[in-house]
């Protein structure tokens, strides 16, 4: 079985931002003030995952810009995800369907805004299931290794802390990490565990590993 991320492991979630970025930049809001009102949408006290265009369009409303000028912008950039999938990322996916294993795509974020990227994709098809969580997804990997074994798992994801946190939690299970450019390169070295930057990369090792 495989259990795939999606931000900055299949989706080029760093370039999404960039254009939307871009865009409000576009509409006279300045950078420093994209990125203060970005992280505020993205998460609320409680550490919950809460970002979507609709919040970031109402924050950004308070400092006297037009919200609905501003959804519009970013509706129309979430509109086109598709654009902003990784290289090689339809490749990956199919190369994976032909091995005849289970497929997990496994993403944390606003659950909603979550499923509306991953819908733009159009990589919905490849999954066997699909769980979007705002919390951690330790909870789901629990979920799914009281009916699988941890051995059995192949897990596939950019962030390192995150990472070594599941490991912890699930040893046997089998990682590789997508090389984010967002991640110092040091930790993924510090790491110890596999990682690649590229998905082509890792089909490669998927396979020598697969003999």
Sequence with gaps: ??????????????????????AMLGLGIDEKLFWETYYEARNNVDGIFTYSDALHAQILSQ???????ILQFLHEITARAKYFLLPGAIEF????RKLGQPIILLSLGDSHYQEIKVKQTEIAKFFDRIFMIDETKEKILQEIFTKESEEEIIFINDKVEETLNLVEKFPKMKIIL?????IPVEKYI?????????LKEIEKYI????K
């Design 93 to 96: 996916l199919s190369f994976l």
């Design 190 to 198: 510090n790491s110890n565990l596999p990682y690649f930057k590229t």
């Design 1 to 22: 079985m495989f259990i795939i991320d999606f931000d900055d492991t299949l989706f080029d979630t760093q370039a999404f931002k960039e254009a939307r970025l871009q």
């Design 63 to 69: 400092y006297g810009f037009e919200e609905k000028e």
């Design 178 to 182: 997508r090389q984010s450019p967002n």
């Design 207 to 210: 396979l020598n590993y697969a």
